[in-house]
């Protein structure tokens, strides 16, 4: 017998219209906008290097993931991101950042830290909250428009009402602490729990904290729509992660419309590694992304 989220992910196959010709279409009207997360993509090119590829095929935005501290010194994707935007950066070095992102035609969506503010401990919450602080920082100083964070699993409490009000009394102050700097941010939800994570958003309660879509499993219904989840979070849709459906199902068409219906007007930024050459790649993604949102 088969689990809950394989039959999730075969029930949304039925919704999601195939990726179509990947001929170029004409760009569709739309608010919002194709970006691109350097996770597992670019974890090995320069910042120069990403801008000229980002540029070259057409994408707006880049989310550059950063990797420094991972918790518990756990490698959680690739270490040491070749880019080097992380919070150890120089004043000239994030000024160097920042005039390259002014003079290029990409949009600096955000920085993908891994601060997370589920743990147990006030010792490492406090940690956290500092780290994440110097992010903010940094986001700022290179012209960011946010800070991506994120729970990872419920920690060890029992109780997952006291975790959901650690996190949120934790956004609440980096948000705080943002919001003079203009600096949003986003909670990357996965799988926690989307009523837990509408509690989370209510806690935290301040305009410039909102969410991070990852397009999971279980966003999904037993009839594999998002609607319904995404209707309850979207107040707090900020940014949207996609992926390759060839490799993950997932009703895009059905998130697209929804987006569109919402007037969104953040970024969809791929996540995920590249199959052959990257710019290849990414221009043929474009092209699927296109045909998705018409």
């Known amino acids: 017998m088969g689990s809950r989220r394989e039959f999730l992910a075969t029930s949304a196959a039925a919704l999601t219209a195939p990726w179509l010709a990947t001929g170029l279409s004409a760009a569709p009207d739309l608010s919002f906008h194709l970006g691109c997360v350097t996770h597992q993509l670019f974890a090995e090119y320069d910042l120069d290097s990403i801008i000229k590829i980002l540029e070259a095929a057409g994408y707006e935005g880049v989310e550059l993931r950063t990797t420094e501290d991972e918790p518990g010194g756990k490698a959680v994707g690739p270490k040491g991101q070749k880019h080097g935007v992380e919070p150890s950066l120089s004043q000239a070095g994030r000024a160097r950042v920042r005039k390259r992102f002014k003079a290029s035609k990409l949009k600096l969506t955000g920085l993908g830290s891994v601060c997370e503010f589920q743990s147990a401990d006030p010792a490492e919450r406090r940690r956290q909250v500092e780290k994440c602080k110097a992010f903010i920082d940094l986001a700022h100083d290179v012209g960011a428009m946010g800070v991506k964070v994120r729970p990872f699993g419920w920690g060890t409490e029992p109780d ?135």
């Open 160 to 294: 997952h009402q006291v975790t959901v009000r650690h996190i949120g009394e934790c956004l609440r102050e980096v948000g705080e602490y943002g919001a003079p700097k203009n600096i949003q941010i986003w909670e990357e939800f996965h799988d926690e729990g989307q009523r837990e994570d509408k509690q989370i958003m209510e806690i935290a309660g301040l305009k410039n904290v909102g969410l991070t879509w990852d397009s999971e499993g279980a966003d999904m219904d037993e009839k594999g729509s998002v609607k319904p989840r995404f209707d309850m979070l979207r107040p707090w849709v900020r940014m949207v992660h996609i992926h390759d459906p060839a490799k993950r199902k997932y009703p895009y068409r059905e998130l697209f419309s929804l987006l569109k219906a919402s007037k969104f007007t953040g970024y969809t930024l791929y996540s995920g590694p590249a199959t052959g050459d990257v710019l290849e790649f990414l221009k043929d993604y474009k092209a699927k992304w296109l045909e998705l949102t018409a």
